[in-house]
């Protein structure tokens, strides 16, 4: 498979944000969002095993791990590095577009779905199908640029009842939607969603990598 890099960090995102985490990220995507943060991973990376990739995730000596990108179900090698992460004891996320199919992944794995709003020009590609396979530990994303994406990541909780009984995440695009604007109206409509701030773009430089 094609790792574009692999560290430990500081998880920034999701309801895992705050722990240590240890980080494979895969090379190659299929969207190009406007808002993209990694467009460094497109096409930059070299070729691992999954035996590789597992070598050194172990040397980070961290229980829990994300496969991201990118894109990672791109790499047709990421169910089984899940599976056999899983089976090694880590807690293991995964963080996908929603563009493609998320059913080959093992049921041991939390999946944290992109929901791309209009202003990533990507929400065309979602795989709406995905929805009703998500588990009650999985989580949904929507990065929220403007107000026209907020009122379409509403609108699209309304229109499927079973996100609402998973973590939603409404993560404002870092350094173009204010956020306290964005907590202004969450508060405004009372949604029971969760206010997500990329914690290692405050932590280090917004354009750091391998944080």
């Keep these: 498979m094609k790792i574009n890099e692999i560290y430990k960090s500081i998880q920034g995102e999701s309801s895992y944000a705050g722990q240590p985490c240890v980080f494979i990220r895969t090379a190659g995507c299929n969207l190009r969002c406007d808002w993209c943060d990694t467009t460094y991973a497109f096409y930059d990376g070299r070729e691992m095993s999954v035996e590789a990739v597992l070598a050194l995730v172990e040397t980070h000596a961290c229980r829990l791990v994300e496969l991201t990108g990118g894109e990672p179900l791109l790499q047709k090698e990421a169910p089984l590095l ?29 999946v944290i779905m992109d929901i791309k709003c ?7 590609a979602m795989r709406w199908e995905n929805i009703p396979v998500l588990k009650p530990t999985d989580q949904v994303k929507f990065v929220i640029k403007d107000r026209a994406d907020y009122d379409w990541a509403v609108e699209i909780l309304e229109r499927y009842p079973l996100l609402t009984r998973r973590v939603a995440l409404f993560s404002p695009v870092f350094g173009a939607m204010d956020p306290r604007l964005l907590a ?28």
């Design 82 to 110: 899940v599976a056999r992460l899983s089976d090694a004891g880590y807690t293991v996320l995964v963080e996908t577009s929603g563009s493609l199919d998320i059913r080959s992944l093992d049921p041991r794995a939390v």
């Design 184 to 211: 202004d109206w969450i508060l405004e409509d009372g949604l029971s969603v969760r206010l997500q701030l990329q914690l290692h773009k405050y932590i280090w430089h917004p354009e750091a990598r391998g944080v």
């Design 118 to 124: 209009p202003g990533s020009r990507m929400s065309g």
